[in-house]
């Protein structure tokens, strides 16, 4: 359901009321949230001092939304403005989660309400610094910029979630695209294509130096200690950076957005409360000569942003790289690649731009959501090629998927994809028709966010007795029982079933089709076992996830008695995948 939007709001006490103000005062007062993690009905109530703090730049001119997750969401005219227009809209038609949703039925919920979402927080955010800690000089300028940078962060993405990348990388040989620098061209085709907006930047006293702002609050770059990289702000500002995007810690409103939103729709707990991370954040500058001011939390919140690492650590875990999400990801890559040249998008000059240059022209790009697959589906044309594609989709429809091998491992280093592809294709048997094309590997990472790194090595704290000095809280210091490894990495290995047994009438010629298929799938298998005696793997699995058990078995020894790859890879028989 798209979010309800209530009208601008007036004197009276209704209005008021939804926004949690004094129907006469415009100030705010005591209300309820609701406290992430928890069932809908119980609730925290805040303070009146941090109400006050959640004060936006106009409260006498907002639109009141109402969202699943945070409730009454007042958002400032501006940005409501932004919010109608063609180029946000087009975010009601773009999954957040992408295939997800072909896993998790719930998870159905798209970009708009999330950016609509991190928006929101990032309004509560700086006005709450703003009101805590008037030395820093923060405008109402400064947190319009900010709260459009969360709202158009997103703007850039393509169908299917960061999938999309993938596929555009994959086509145009690159891996450098990302959604970041579209949503910054985007944003500037948003500007000129609706010419009223400009007025109301003036109105709101925003500049060129203000949209500057906005657009390195979306894109960013990370401070190298010498020269300040940005243009928008100065750097004794250098904190507004870290609010939307924060590429120095991770920690984030987009972050605790999409972990709470997410959380919601796939039915995952979360236990995080992000109130209180904003509740107990202070700006406090950083050492050294070129050192910036960065925003700093209270040292008893460090289990709580532990926390926000962990949900994040279990939503790739189990969703967002869940083995049959990839599986449809893989699929749907094959498909786009070949559909490229077949499906075209106008672009302003009157071009037609293939699938995977659409990024190239904001025009075009504006019209491409989820329903590509659609269009494909319904491409008229008798090529291999757009047929194969039409297969693929169809074959996602009915869930013939690609099939699972198994997945593998290495003890120490992070194993490479390409180095066991070519050991498996070495190792195919002679007599196999197996091919690489009938293979995909696909790399899993699971992290905190940062690699192998613990990204609370660089959050800064701060404690009660000593509340404008920044410290370092150690993992030890913390909890015995915090993870020893940050990133967890492995490779799934699938088989591309891509026989048109479907089109075959003949009963004999399908049993033909299966044979050859199960025939493949075990040489397959046979080929990921000996690659991973050669590599010094671990044996091969058919679960989802690597187990951290070791089967029982009359021979079973203790790990430390297992060497690093085992003799007996060859003895390995595949057990079915759990149901």
């Known amino acids: 359901m798209l979010p309800a939007v209530a009208d601008k709001c007036d004197s009276r006490p209704s209005r008021a009321s939804v926004l949690g103000l004094h129907p006469y005062s415009l100030q705010p007062r005591a209300t309820i949230y609701a406290r992430p993690g928890l069932p809908a009905r119980q609730h925290e109530h805040c303070?009146?001092?941090?109400?006050?703090?959640a004060?936006?730049?106009?409260?006498?001119?907002?639109k009141v939304f109402n969202d699943a997750v945070h409730g009454a969401m007042p958002i400032p005219s501006l940005c409501v403005s932004v919010i109608d227009t063609p180029q946000f809209q087009r975010l009601r038609f773009l999954k957040q989660l992408g295939s997800t949703y072909f896993v998790y039925p719930s998870a159905a919920h798209n970009r708009f309400e999330h950016c609509l979402g991190v928006c929101y927080l990032a309004g509560q955010m700086v006005s709450a610094l703003q009101k805590r800690?008037?030395?820093?000089?923060?405008?109402?300028?400064?947190?319009?910029?900010?709260?459009?940078?969360?709202?158009?962060?997103?703007?850039?993405?393509?169908?299917?979630?960061?999938?999309?990348?993938?596929?555009?990388?994959?086509?145009?040989?690159?891996?450098?695209?990302?959604?970041?620098?579209?949503?910054?061209?985007?944003?500037?085709?948003?500007?000129?294509?609706?010419?009223?907006?400009?007025?109301?930047?003036?109105?709101?006293?925003?500049?060129?130096?203000?949209?500057?702002?906005?657009?390195?609050?979306i894109c960013g770059s990370e401070e190298d200690g010498g020269t300040w990289p940005y243009r928008g702000r100065p750097q004794n500002k250098a904190f507004l950076y870290e609010v939307v995007a924060n590429k120095k810690t991770g920690v984030d409103v987009d972050k605790w957005d999409y972990i709470l939103r997410d959380g919601h729709s796939l039915g995952i707990k979360v236990t995080f409360d992000y109130h209180r991370i904003v509740q107990f954040s202070r700006v406090i500058p950083g050492e050294g000569e070129n050192a910036s001011p960065q925003i700093c939390v209270r040292d008893k919140e460090c289990n709580n942003l532990y926390d926000m690492f962990h949900a994040r650590r279990l939503l790739h875990r189990y969703a967002y790289q869940h083995r049959v999400v990839q599986t449809i990801d893989a699929m749907l890559i094959d498909a786009f690649l070949c559909a490229d040249k077949y499906i075209l998008y106008p672009g302003s000059n009157g071009e037609k731009l293939h699938l995977s240059r659409v990024h190239e022209d904001m025009a075009a790009y504006t019209h491409l959501t989820d329903e590509v697959t659609q269009r494909i589906l319904l491409a008229e044309g008798n090529d291999p090629q757009l047929i194969k594609a039409q297969r693929i989709l169809t074959n996602i429809q009915t869930r013939k998927l690609y099939l699972y091998v198994g997945c593998t491992h290495h003890e120490v280093d992070t194993l490479d994809a390409e180095k066991l592809m070519m050991a498996m294709v070495e190792n195919i048997p002679q007599d196999s028709q197996l091919t690489q094309e009938n293979l995909s590997i696909k790399t899993v990472k699971v992290s905190y966010g940062m690699g192998n790194k613990n990204?609370?090595?660089?959050?800064?704290?701060?404690?009660?007795?000593?509340?404008?000095?920044?410290?370092?809280?150690?993992?030890?210091?913390?909890?015995?029982?915090?993870?020893?490894?940050f990133q967890e990495s492995?490779?799934?290995?699938?088989?591309?079933?891509?026989?048109?047994?479907?089109?075959?009438?003949?009963?004999?010629?399908?049993?033909?089709?299966?044979?050859?298929?199960?025939?493949?799938?075990?040489?397959?298998?046979?080929?990921?076992?000996?690659?991973?005696?050669?590599?010094?793997?671990?044996?091969?699995?058919?679960?989802?996830?690597?187990?951290?058990?070791?089967?029982?078995?009359?021979?079973?020894?203790?790990?430390s008695d297992v060497p690093?790859?085992?003799t007996a890879a060859k003895h390995i028989t595949f057990a079915n995948p759990p149901v």
């Open 564 to 566: 690093t790859h085992s």
């Open 133 to 217: 800690q008037p030395e820093l000089n923060i405008d109402d300028k400064d947190v319009l910029c900010v709260m459009l940078a969360g709202l158009c962060h997103d703007l850039g993405h393509g169908p299917y979630s960061h999938m999309w990348e993938i596929f555009v990388n994959k086509a145009n040989n690159s891996t450098s695209w990302k959604h970041e620098e579209a949503s910054s061209k985007m944003f500037d085709h948003l500007m000129k294509e609706n010419p009223h907006l400009e007025e109301e930047f003036k109105k709101n006293d925003l500049h060129e130096v203000d949209r500057i702002f906005i657009k390195e609050l």
């Open 55 to 62: 004060k936006c730049v106009s409260w006498e001119d907002v």
């Open 490 to 559: 492995f490779c799934r290995v699938l088989y591309k079933n891509t026989s048109e047994k479907d089109l075959v009438d003949s009963k004999d010629k399908k049993d033909l089709l299966d044979a050859k298929e199960e025939r493949d799938v075990k040489d397959a298998k046979e080929a990921l076992i000996a690659a991973c005696e050669e590599l010094h793997c671990r044996p091969p699995m058919v679960d989802s996830w690597p187990s951290v058990l070791t089967p029982v078995t009359p021979d079973t020894k203790m790990k």
């Open 455 to 485: 990204p609370m090595e660089n959050v800064r704290f701060y404690s009660k007795k000593m509340p404008n000095q920044q410290k370092v809280i150690r993992k030890d210091e913390v909890s015995a029982m915090l993870p020893q490894s």
């Open 47 to 53: 303070n009146l001092e941090e109400m006050e703090s």
